[in-house]
């Protein structure tokens, strides 16, 4: 399309409109505003069925409105053309003078997000002894972890925050090439063994404090080198953490995320609490892109089951 075809434009702005002629529709569009959402989870929240809440979706994604996402047996809706939504949601603001038009829904969006993380924590507070364990599932951890480092060598590990630290594995690995390393996690028994593994390892330079990874308790640009590994996942919004990771880096750092490529063992989300069944390059590149960030896939590494893939993002 382009802007010398009125024809073409008259036929976009219908195509909008139509898709926003129905209110679950603009609903949907403000609920996926704020958290990417299964359309399970929609159903959920606005009451409805999932046949007709998948055809409210496909019709807002042919608009460009929302992306759809398939993860195993799961789709994920999320926020579409970025363009395309700033002034669609400008005109919903002004058109509500003030008020908030899914004031219910958000409701019970409060409530799916607290469910996910409640299974989550429960999850990590049961299984924070075997985290290093579990965290091999692919079968090329060392590998994983040699390419990892590798990259965050380049050109210099600087100061470096890792996010999820678990026990403490990427301290542990990095700490002594760092001016500074700090680790954050959300779970009180995972700091627990990271502090005493790192203290049994002789590492007393490594600073590791709770803090959830969609809010980082640190001013912008404090941070050469990032790293999210085998973390992202876990996140409820994969976005809204790279973003996050984003934040705090310095001119010239790089976020370095280790995590699977996508697949469909559905077993994991029950058994491990995954909230994503890993990740397609371009999704993850376009995490980062919307962050600010220079994407790549830095290195791939196949396992039995399953593929691990680093990506780096140049700020």
């Known amino acids: 399309m382009t802007i010398e075809d ?3 434009l008259v036929e976009r702005a219908h195509e909008l409109f139509a898709a926003l002629a129905d209110p679950t529709r603009v609903r949907i569009l403000l609920l996926v505003r704020d958290l990417e959402l299964s359309v399970g ?17 496909r019709i807002l994604a042919e608009a460009g409105l929302v992306r759809r996402q398939k993860e195993g047996a799961w789709v994920f809706v999320g926020q579409g053309d970025g363009a395309v939504l700033a002034p669609v949601h400008g005109l919903i603001t002004a058109v509500a003078g003030g008020g908030d038009p899914i004031a219910a829904e958000r409701a019970r ?11 989550i924590d429960g999850w990590f507070e049961s299984n924070a002894g075997e985290w290093d364990l ?3 599932l692919g079968g090329q951890d060392t590998e994983v972890e040699d390419a990892l480092v590798a990259a965050a ?21 990095l700490s002594a ?7 954050i996690d959300r779970s009180p028994e995972m700091l627990r063994l990271a502090r005493g593994k790192l203290a049994g390892g002789g590492n007393q330079t490594a600073d590791v404090r709770q803090a959830d990874m969609r809010a980082l308790p640190f001013p912008d640009g404090g941070f050469d080198t990032v790293t999210l590994h085998q973390v992202l996942h876990f996140a409820d919004e994969p976005a809204a953490v790279i973003a996050e990771a984003a934040r705090v880096l310095a001119p010239g750092g790089k976020l370095l995320v280790a995590d699977y490529a996508a697949h469909g063992l559905e077993e994991l989300r029950t058994r491990f609490q995954h909230a994503r069944l890993g990740f397609e390059d371009m999704a993850m590149q376009d995490y980062m892109a919307m962050a600010g960030l220079k994407p790549r896939l830095h290195s791939t590494h196949p396992g039995p089951e399953l593929t691990v893939n680093i990506w780096e993002g140049r700020r």
Do not use: M, N, Y
Request: a positive charge.
């Open 153 to 173: 060598r380049l050109p210099g590990v600087g100061r470096l925050l890792d996010i999820g630290t678990g026990t403490g594995r990427v301290l542990e690995l």
């Open 6 to 8: 009125p024809s073409k």
């Open 109 to 119: 969006l409060g409530q799916v997000r607290a469910e996910r993380q409640r299974r």
């Open 177 to 183: 090439e760092a001016d500074s390393a700090t680790g």
């Open 41 to 57: 989870e929609l159903a959920e929240i606005l009451d409805q069925s999932q046949p007709r809440v998948s055809r409210h979706v």
């Open 134 to 136: 579990l965290r091999r």
